[in-house]
């Protein structure tokens, strides 16, 4: 049976497959459909696992990433894979305790650890996350986390408000701003997501999304739009 916290969860998440796909804003490319997103969540004994996979045209995956997170919508394991780079890497959370282990594509290994009583987020699960919170942003609130980076082995916090309303293909959104804080915040621009009015349901964001794209001999991030077929 479950109990009155995993009911609040069945509302919170929602099992299935969500489709979408990354659109540059760069330059000659703007517009310009970058990759697929193909995005499933499914319950585990435990609590639930999301994985998402970022395509290119060609159909292969660029970067495929798995969270599984207890039905408080706080993540326990999370990986990544970056098969563009060659890097990989997983964080565990255990309570307050984060360890983070990382090879690059090079195949240096870093670890690091650090601790945090904050809530913690990584990408498959920010639609749970944000439905989760969704009486606060609604309210207008301020929402403070962590967003866990495995290559960098740390995490960084985040500031999350909604600061108005947009109509959009007939419907209306609420317009939020994710904030970087902090010295680091002057230097990287805002992200900005738009939810569903009446649901929360994550509709699309804007910023430095992932995956990367290639720069002469390197890779750089990609300033574009994702966009989702259907909300949740």
Excluded at 99 to 115: F, I, L, N, Q, V
Excluded at 141 to 163: A, C, G, N
């Amino acid at each position: 049976m479950l109990g009155l916290i995993g009911l609040l969860a069945l509302a919170q998440v929602q099992p299935g497959e969500t489709r979408g796909a990354v659109y540059s804003l760069d330059g000659d490319e703007a517009g310009e459909k970058m990759f697929d997103i193909v995005r499933r969540v499914t319950r585990t004994p435990v609590g639930w696992a999301a994985t998402m996979e970022f395509r290119a045209p060609s159909g292969a995956v660029a970067v495929q990433e798995r969270v599984e997170f207890g039905d408080d919508v706080q993540p326990q394991f999370y990986r990544r894979e970056q098969y563009q780079t060659g890097g990989r890497g997983h964080v565990s959370v255990d309570g307050g305790a984060i360890k983070y282990e990382w090879r690059d594509g090079e195949g240096r290994m870093y670890r690091d650890a650090e601790t945090s009583d904050q809530a913690l987020m990584v990408g498959p699960m920010m639609f749970a996350f944000f439905m989760r919170h969704w009486g606060r942003i609604k309210a207008g609130d301020t929402l403070e986390f962590r967003i866990l980076v495995p290559d960098r082995q740390t995490s960084y916090e985040f500031e999350f408000q909604k600061v108005g309303e947009v109509r959009d293909a007939g419907r209306t959104l609420a317009k939020c701003e994710l904030r970087l804080t902090g010295l680091l915040g002057l230097f990287v621009g805002d992200m900005v997501f738009y939810l569903d009015a009446e649901t929360g349901d994550l509709v699309k964001y804007t910023g430095i999304v992932l995956p990367k794209v290639r720069e002469g001999d390197g890779w750089t991030n990609i300033k574009g739009i994702v966009q989702y077929d259907q909300p949740r």
